[in-house]
């Protein structure tokens, strides 16, 4: 990402903004962004976040939910190896065996 380019450190909260960004972003041009780019957009976006070593919490969990639903959202994360009911806020701790499985996907 350009952000870490430009020596801006990737943390949680960084991502889980960007995150709400998208939602927020679809809510600016009233509908106009095609659904289905936008939660590409978000999944690639967590799977990105995983890849760095950013471990998700429930505020990502809370940003992605009204882009992928409930269902999609606890499925990608199963396929991480998150359970969402662990999860919590501010989290900064690197899971090895979500990254892993995440980059299997």
Known sequence: LQM???GIPATTRVWNT????????DDLVRGNMDPRSRELAAES???RMVNDHIQPDRGT??????????????QIFKDAGIE???????????????????RQL
């Open 18 to 25: 960007l995150l709400k960004a998208l939602t927020k972003a």
């Open 84 to 102: 969402p009911t662990s999860l919590q806020h501010g989290s900064r701790a690197s899971s090895a065996s979500s990254v892993q499985k995440l």
């Open 61 to 74: 969990f809370q940003a992605l939910h009204p882009i992928l639903g409930l269902r999609r959202v606890r």
């Open 4 to 6: 870490q380019d430009s």
């Open 45 to 47: 976006m967590f799977r």
